[in-house]
């Protein structure tokens, strides 16, 4: 059976998303700064980026995530797997090429039952935004964190722990590794329920 993974990057300030998230600053203001990483880095920072997907049968993301992330993802959809996305506005799918976007209204156990059916034996990966995996931890259905911490302060925006994300979420450093652009910071969850 596959793990049930949060993966997001955030600043050393803990922020995942810049002020004024938008159409047009769909990771608010110059929020994209914080996956820079992945895209413009080096060869090891792309092979964090490509981990994202090995091992990954389904995707997780909440609704703010899709909805500004659907156009600049492309006709494929970028996943090119299922994915199901946490929301309380129902919605028909949205196929993309491979990817499947699935609305899920009945909560993030739901969603995690259907990505999990859908991963088969594979990985079900939470992409975030941070109130999607804070609900995730919340509710104790997380085995491993995955933070990509980018050198930079940006003092205002979303922040990844700014609500409860359960009774001190105990976990072990399993992974460490420095790349120009990032710390990349792995972590077993301790005190999942699954």
Same mark, same amino acid.
């Not at 769909?26 to 080096?42: A, N, Q, S, V």
């Not at 090995?54 to 970028?78: I, L």
């Given at each position: 059976?596959?793990?049930?993974?949060?993966?997001?990057?955030?600043?050393?300030?803990?922020?995942?998303?810049?002020?004024?998230?938008?159409?047009?600053?769909?990771?608010?203001?110059?929020?994209?700064?914080?996956?820079?990483? $992945?895209?413009? %880095? @080096?060869?090891?920072?792309?092979?964090?980026? *490509?981990? &994202?997907?090995?091992?990954?049968?389904?995707? #997780? =993301?909440?609704?703010?995530?899709?909805?500004?992330?659907?156009?600049?993802?492309?006709?494929?959809?970028?996943?090119?797997?299922?994915?199901?996305?946490?929301?309380?506005?129902?919605?028909?799918?949205?196929?993309?090429?491979?990817?499947?976007?699935?609305?899920?209204?009945?909560?993030?156990?739901?969603?995690?039952?259907?990505?999990?059916?859908?991963?088969?034996?594979?990985?079900?990966?939470? $992409?975030?935004? %941070? @109130?999607?995996?804070?609900?995730?931890?919340? *509710?104790? &259905?997380?085995?491993?964190?995955?933070?990509? #911490? =980018?050198?930079?302060?940006?003092?205002?925006?979303?922040?990844?722990?700014?609500?409860?994300?359960?009774?001190?979420?105990?976990?072990?450093?399993?992974?460490?590794?420095?790349?120009?652009?990032?710390?990349?910071?792995?972590?077993?969850?301790?005190?999942?329920?699954?």
């Amino acid at each position: 059976m596959g793990r049930v993974i949060a993966e997001i990057s955030m600043s050393a300030d803990g922020i995942v998303a810049g002020p004024d998230t938008s159409t047009e600053h769909r990771l608010g203001k110059d929020g994209d700064l914080l996956h820079e990483w $992945m895209f413009e %880095g @080096t060869d090891a920072e792309a092979g964090f980026a *490509a981990k &994202l997907f090995e091992g990954t049968g389904a995707f #997780v =993301v909440g609704r703010s995530m899709f909805d500004m992330g659907v156009d600049p993802w492309g006709d494929d959809g970028t996943f090119k797997k299922p994915v199901f996305v946490v929301t309380n506005r129902p919605h028909e799918p949205v196929v993309k090429g491979p990817t499947t976007f699935t609305f899920v209204t009945d909560g993030v156990e739901s969603a995690l039952r259907q990505a999990k059916a859908a991963a088969g034996a594979e990985n079900v990966v939470l $992409m975030g935004g %941070g @109130t999607t995996l804070r609900q995730f931890l919340l *509710a104790g &259905l997380v085995d491993e964190l995955r933070l990509h #911490v =980018v050198p930079l302060l940006f003092g205002a925006g979303v922040r990844l722990f700014d609500a409860e994300v359960g009774a001190h979420v105990k976990l072990e450093r399993t992974e460490v590794e420095a790349t120009p652009n990032a710390t990349h910071l792995t972590f077993r969850v301790l005190n999942s329920q699954r």
